[in-house]
Protein backbone atom coordinates (compact mmCIF):
# COMPACT_ATOMS: atom_id res chain seq x y z
CA UNK A 1 0.00 0.00 0.00
CA UNK A 2 2.71 2.41 0.75
CA UNK A 3 4.66 1.73 -2.85
CA UNK A 4 0.69 2.45 -3.92
CA UNK A 5 0.75 5.92 -2.46
CA UNK A 6 4.25 7.13 -3.55
CA UNK A 7 3.86 5.88 -6.97
CA UNK A 8 0.35 7.92 -6.90
CA UNK A 9 1.85 10.89 -5.65
CA UNK A 10 5.07 10.72 -8.53
CA UNK A 11 2.25 10.63 -11.21
CA UNK A 12 -0.78 12.97 -9.78
CA UNK A 13 0.05 16.68 -11.52
CA UNK A 14 -2.17 18.41 -8.62
CA UNK A 15 0.80 17.09 -6.32
CA UNK A 16 3.60 18.48 -8.55
CA UNK A 17 1.85 21.71 -9.41
CA UNK A 18 1.24 22.38 -5.47
CA UNK A 19 5.01 21.63 -4.48
CA UNK A 20 7.56 24.48 -3.83
CA UNK A 21 10.02 24.17 -6.13
CA UNK A 22 13.57 22.78 -5.09
CA UNK A 23 15.51 25.08 -7.05
CA UNK A 24 14.70 28.75 -7.85
CA UNK A 25 14.18 29.03 -11.59
CA UNK A 26 16.82 31.10 -13.09
CA UNK A 27 16.56 32.52 -16.50
CA UNK A 28 19.02 30.43 -19.30
CA UNK A 29 22.27 31.50 -19.46
CA UNK A 30 22.71 33.23 -22.93
CA UNK A 31 26.45 33.27 -24.47
CA UNK A 32 27.61 36.99 -25.77
CA UNK A 33 30.16 36.56 -29.09
CA UNK A 34 32.81 39.15 -29.23
CA UNK A 35 34.65 39.81 -32.48
CA UNK A 36 37.87 41.54 -32.08
CA UNK A 37 40.93 41.48 -29.11
CA UNK A 38 39.57 43.70 -26.46
CA UNK A 39 36.08 44.36 -27.38
CA UNK A 40 34.60 42.93 -24.36
CA UNK A 41 36.63 42.63 -20.66
CA UNK A 42 35.77 41.03 -17.35
CA UNK A 43 37.12 42.28 -14.43
CA UNK A 44 36.76 41.24 -10.46
CA UNK A 45 38.68 41.03 -7.51
CA UNK A 46 40.63 37.92 -5.26
CA UNK A 47 40.71 38.07 -1.98
CA UNK A 48 41.50 38.77 0.60
CA UNK A 49 44.98 37.04 0.73
CA UNK A 50 48.01 37.31 3.06
CA UNK A 51 49.04 41.21 2.92
CA UNK A 52 52.73 41.47 1.45
CA UNK A 53 55.63 43.77 2.70
CA UNK A 54 54.04 45.87 -0.26
CA UNK A 55 51.07 45.97 1.52
CA UNK A 56 48.93 44.19 -1.07
CA UNK A 57 46.31 41.90 -0.35
CA UNK A 58 43.91 41.34 -3.10
CA UNK A 59 44.96 41.32 -6.79
CA UNK A 60 42.04 42.90 -9.54
CA UNK A 61 41.98 40.77 -12.77
CA UNK A 62 41.22 41.99 -16.38
CA UNK A 63 40.22 39.17 -18.92
CA UNK A 64 39.87 39.54 -22.37
CA UNK A 65 36.69 37.38 -23.71
CA UNK A 66 38.17 36.80 -27.25
CA UNK A 67 41.68 35.95 -26.49
CA UNK A 68 41.75 34.85 -22.80
CA UNK A 69 44.61 37.20 -22.51
CA UNK A 70 44.55 38.06 -18.49
CA UNK A 71 46.37 41.18 -16.46
CA UNK A 72 46.52 41.39 -12.79
CA UNK A 73 47.20 43.54 -10.48
CA UNK A 74 48.04 43.46 -7.09
CA UNK A 75 46.27 46.16 -5.03
CA UNK A 76 46.40 46.98 -1.29
CA UNK A 77 42.26 47.54 -0.73
CA UNK A 78 39.37 46.81 -2.67
CA UNK A 79 37.83 50.58 -2.91
CA UNK A 80 36.20 52.06 -5.88
CA UNK A 81 38.71 54.65 -6.61
CA UNK A 82 42.15 51.92 -6.25
CA UNK A 83 39.90 49.67 -8.72
CA UNK A 84 39.15 52.37 -11.29
CA UNK A 85 42.41 54.06 -11.14
CA UNK A 86 43.81 50.70 -11.49
CA UNK A 87 42.03 49.84 -14.49
CA UNK A 88 42.75 53.58 -15.57
CA UNK A 89 46.65 53.73 -15.32
CA UNK A 90 47.23 50.10 -15.85
CA UNK A 91 44.40 48.58 -18.27
CA UNK A 92 43.42 51.00 -20.56
CA UNK A 93 46.81 53.03 -20.16
CA UNK A 94 48.48 49.61 -21.92
CA UNK A 95 45.75 48.76 -24.35
CA UNK A 96 42.80 51.30 -24.83
CA UNK A 97 39.23 51.26 -23.87
CA UNK A 98 37.94 48.32 -24.40
CA UNK A 99 33.79 48.01 -26.22
CA UNK A 100 32.41 47.09 -22.94
CA UNK A 101 33.24 46.34 -19.16
CA UNK A 102 31.78 42.81 -17.07
CA UNK A 103 32.13 42.44 -13.47
CA UNK A 104 30.13 41.21 -10.62
CA UNK A 105 27.82 43.14 -8.21
CA UNK A 106 30.74 44.07 -6.27
CA UNK A 107 30.66 48.00 -4.58
CA UNK A 108 33.88 48.58 -6.16
CA UNK A 109 32.04 48.14 -9.81
CA UNK A 110 28.94 49.34 -8.99
CA UNK A 111 29.99 53.40 -7.38
CA UNK A 112 29.52 56.22 -8.62
CA UNK A 113 33.28 56.48 -9.23
CA UNK A 114 33.55 53.42 -11.51
CA UNK A 115 30.08 54.39 -13.15
CA UNK A 116 31.98 57.62 -14.39
CA UNK A 117 34.74 56.26 -15.34
CA UNK A 118 32.80 54.44 -17.67
CA UNK A 119 31.00 57.35 -18.94
CA UNK A 120 33.77 59.15 -19.42
CA UNK A 121 35.14 56.72 -21.32
CA UNK A 122 32.10 55.76 -23.38
CA UNK A 123 32.32 51.96 -22.31
CA UNK A 124 29.90 50.38 -22.07
CA UNK A 125 29.47 48.64 -18.45
CA UNK A 126 27.56 45.24 -18.05
CA UNK A 127 27.37 43.17 -14.98
CA UNK A 128 26.43 39.61 -13.78
CA UNK A 129 22.54 38.68 -11.81
CA UNK A 130 22.83 39.30 -8.14
CA UNK A 131 24.88 36.42 -6.46
CA UNK A 132 25.63 34.66 -9.56
CA UNK A 133 29.27 34.29 -9.83
CA UNK A 134 28.57 31.88 -13.11
CA UNK A 135 27.75 35.55 -14.94
CA UNK A 136 31.22 36.04 -14.61
CA UNK A 137 32.61 32.73 -14.80
CA UNK A 138 35.24 33.91 -17.79
CA UNK A 139 37.08 35.51 -14.55
CA UNK A 140 36.03 32.66 -11.93
CA UNK A 141 37.56 30.43 -14.29
CA UNK A 142 41.31 32.39 -14.41
CA UNK A 143 41.26 32.96 -10.50
CA UNK A 144 41.33 29.08 -9.90
CA UNK A 145 44.20 28.81 -12.19
CA UNK A 146 46.13 31.60 -10.83
CA UNK A 147 45.19 30.42 -7.01
CA UNK A 148 46.60 27.08 -8.18
CA UNK A 149 49.50 28.49 -10.06
CA UNK A 150 49.97 30.55 -6.58
CA UNK A 151 49.86 27.64 -4.17
CA UNK A 152 52.26 25.29 -6.25
CA UNK A 153 54.45 28.02 -7.08
CA UNK A 154 55.27 29.98 -3.52
CA UNK A 155 55.05 26.30 -1.44
CA UNK A 156 53.94 27.85 1.74
CA UNK A 157 55.70 30.81 2.26
CA UNK A 158 53.16 33.98 0.91
CA UNK A 159 54.66 36.81 1.90
CA UNK A 160 55.42 37.88 -1.32
CA UNK A 161 52.47 36.71 -3.51
CA UNK A 162 52.49 39.88 -5.25
CA UNK A 163 55.93 39.87 -6.45
CA UNK A 164 55.55 36.77 -8.22
CA UNK A 165 52.52 37.09 -10.46
CA UNK A 166 54.21 38.68 -13.40
CA UNK A 167 56.25 35.43 -14.07
CA UNK A 168 52.90 33.66 -13.33
CA UNK A 169 50.98 35.41 -15.81
CA UNK A 170 53.58 34.70 -18.54
CA UNK A 171 53.04 30.88 -17.98
CA UNK A 172 49.78 31.46 -17.95
CA UNK A 173 49.55 33.08 -21.18
CA UNK A 174 51.99 31.12 -22.86
CA UNK A 175 49.48 27.87 -22.54
CA UNK A 176 46.91 26.46 -24.90
CA UNK A 177 43.49 27.64 -23.82
CA UNK A 178 41.06 24.92 -23.88
CA UNK A 179 37.85 27.16 -25.57
CA UNK A 180 39.97 28.36 -28.26
CA UNK A 181 42.85 25.89 -28.67
CA UNK A 182 45.53 28.40 -28.92
CA UNK A 183 47.16 30.55 -26.05
CA UNK A 184 47.03 33.70 -25.17
CA UNK A 185 50.13 35.08 -26.79
CA UNK A 186 48.61 33.91 -29.92
CA UNK A 187 45.80 35.23 -30.13
CA UNK A 188 46.90 38.71 -28.47
CA UNK A 189 50.12 39.01 -30.42
CA UNK A 190 50.37 37.01 -33.34
CA UNK A 191 53.38 35.11 -32.21
CA UNK A 192 54.57 32.77 -29.13
CA UNK A 193 56.62 34.87 -27.13
CA UNK A 194 60.18 33.50 -25.98
CA UNK A 195 60.60 32.34 -22.43
CA UNK A 196 62.75 29.81 -20.69
CA UNK A 197 59.26 28.45 -19.73
CA UNK A 198 58.72 27.10 -23.09
Known amino acids: ?12 DQCAQSK ?13 SVGAPLDRISIDIVGPLPRTVRNNKYFLTATDHFTKWTEVYPIPDQTAETCAQ ?5 FI ?15 SF ?28 QCERVHRTILQMLRAYLKGDQSDWDKHLGCLMAAYRSSENDSTGLTPNMLMLGR ?3 TPLI
Open 1 to 12: MKDDVAIHLLKC
Open 20 to 32: FPNKKPRAPMGSI
Open 86 to 90: KILDE
Open 93 to 107: GRFGCPESLHSDQGG
Open 110 to 137: ESEIFQQLCQMLQVRKTRTSARNPKGNG
Open 192 to 194: EVK
